[in-house]
């Protein structure tokens, strides 16, 4: 069974073939915001791949203009509902997302 990091946190899980990184962040409780319910609707799941981008399908067109609106999106940016685990990987959580920003926006907090 292929294996998934997550960082900051350096936990690693054994997940079945052809899970997405955000089903694994679900299973085992982690802070993976996912607005649109994995709907490719949002870029709420953003991670970055840190390590093993070389096994996965390529950025479809669709989830690069949804990066597009992403918070602090880098080159190694993926949204993790459409990342398909299907070798170890290693990702980060980012410590903010689109949506903590725009929530914080519309309560007046910084």
């Not at 970055?48 to 996965?56: A, C, H, S």
């Not at 990342?83 to 959580?93: L, M, R, W």
Request: proline share 5%; aromatic share 4%.
């Amino acid at each position: 069974m292929p294996k998934i990091t997550f960082l900051p946190t350096n936990i690693a899980y054994e997940v079945e073939f052809g899970t997405t990184v955000l089903e694994a962040a679900m299973e085992h409780g982690l802070p993976l915001e996912h607005a649109c319910d994995a709907s490719l609707a949002c870029a709420t799941c953003q991670v970055y791949v840190i390590d093993g981008g070389e096994n996965l399908e390529p950025i479809s067109e669709e989830e690069e203009d949804l990066l597009d609106s992403a918070w602090e999106v880098r080159e190694n940016s993926r949204l993790g509902c459409q990342v398909v685990i299907t070798d170890d990987i290693v990702v980060e959580i980012p410590a903010r997302t689109s949506n903590s920003v725009t929530e914080k926006d519309k309560s007046g907090a910084a």
